[in-house]
């Protein structure tokens, strides 16, 4: 059955969703099973994926689905129309997944999802001892930045240091699965070596 086909069996509230969720991951390019205000949506790509990879195809984007950690992930195939990172937004999405894969293992009753607070990623980006350090307005500029996308989301005032900040599996489609040793290594080569242009 084509895509026309499929799509015309839909009822009117059904192809309203398909055009939300579509418009959802061209705004945010992420979703997770794990957070409230896409897990429906997380689960409509789910019952019809098919449609989705034809419907994306068309403009040469790609629908990942990790059902093992409940996400999704929109990814262009020419990498057109991609976020170019500064290199402390490329640091920080680092440390948040060396965080997520420190702590997921310690988290029985979760589901995928970890908490960490603010000043443990900030702590982590000083423990680098990187030549030029982090301001804490620009840290959380950052985290809001990484909201949007649906890898991270702030339980309160992200300002305050205490604040928690839950981290989704997401984070494992944006930074793909290397192992810890990997990124540490990444992280270091960051020390004086890339410049804000060179960073993705």
Avoid at 35 to 49: G, P, Q
Avoid at 53 to 73: C, H, K, P, R
Avoid at 80 to 94: D, G
Wanted: charged residues 30%; aromatic residues 12%.
């Amino acid at each position: 059955m084509s895509f026309i086909e499929s799509y015309e069996k839909f009822n009117d509230k059904e192809k309203q969703m398909f055009s939300n969720v579509c418009n959802q991951l061209l705004f945010n390019n992420f979703l997770s099973k794990d957070k409230k205000d896409t897990k429906d949506a997380y689960y409509f790509v789910l019952n019809y994926k098919r449609m989705f990879d034809e419907y994306f195809e068309v403009m040469g984007w790609e629908v990942i689905l990790s059902t093992e950690n409940g996400a999704i992930q929109l990814y262009n195939r020419s990498n057109k129309n991609m976020l170019r990172l500064k290199k402390n937004e490329s640091i920080i999405l680092i440390i948040l997944r060396i965080l997520y894969q420190e702590k997921v293992t310690s988290y029985t009753d979760s589901g995928n999802t970890v908490s960490v607070k603010v000043d443990e990623i900030h702590q982590k980006y000083e423990s680098l001892e990187y030549k030029k350090k982090i301001y804490k307005t620009d840290l959380v500029q950052i985290i809001r930045m990484f909201k949007r996308f649906n890898l991270i989301e702030p339980q309160g005032d992200v300002t305050r240091g205490s604040c928690d900040v839950i981290i989704y599996p997401t984070i494992l489609l944006a930074v793909n699965n290397y192992n810890i040793e990997v990124l540490y290594e990444l992280l270091q080569s960051y020390d004086g070596g890339i410049s804000d242009e060179e960073a993705n």
